[in-house]
């Protein structure tokens, strides 16, 4: 069955950093075009980065650029965020998803994604 399991959530004071990464298994990884998404408290699920199937290309939320940088590892079926200068309104759940998609297909949404992880808290304190 297909599983992403996210970890590398935490506490840190605003300005800190935090390494997210998401494994994957039970699907053919290369085959997806991956995303992260976060749930602050009281608020609805938004998208934060999103990455092609090769890595190359990259899409982020406005709040997040030049922050965060999404990676990934074909070669290791994982997907990453690095978190930099991170700020109390960055706290919520961050969850990893797949969303299909094909060679040449690429554009930069959070829509129509397949499944999704479970979930890491992410804690930025002032």
């Known amino acids: 069955a297909q599983q992403l399991v996210e970890s590398g959530g935490g506490s840190v004071q605003a300005g800190g950093s935090l390494r997210l990464s998401c494994a994957a298994s039970?699907?053919?990884?290369?085959?997806?075009?991956m995303g992260w998404f976060r749930q602050a408290p009281g608020k609805e699920r938004e998208g934060v980065a999103a990455i092609s199937l090769s890595g190359s290309l990259t899409y982020y939320a406005d709040p997040v650029k030049g922050r965060f940088t999404i990676s990934r590892d074909n070669a290791k079926n994982t997907l990453s965020l690095q978190m930099n200068s991170l700020q109390p309104e960055d706290t919520g759940i961050y969850y990893c998803?797949?969303?299909?998609?094909?060679?040449?297909?690429?554009?930069?949404?959070?829509?129509?994604?397949?499944?999704w992880g479970q979930g890491t808290q992410v804690t930025v304190s002032s």
């Open positions: 039970g699907y053919t990884y290369s085959n997806y075009c």
């Open positions: 998803a797949a969303r299909r998609c094909y060679t040449g297909s690429w554009t930069g949404t959070f829509a129509d994604y397949n499944f």
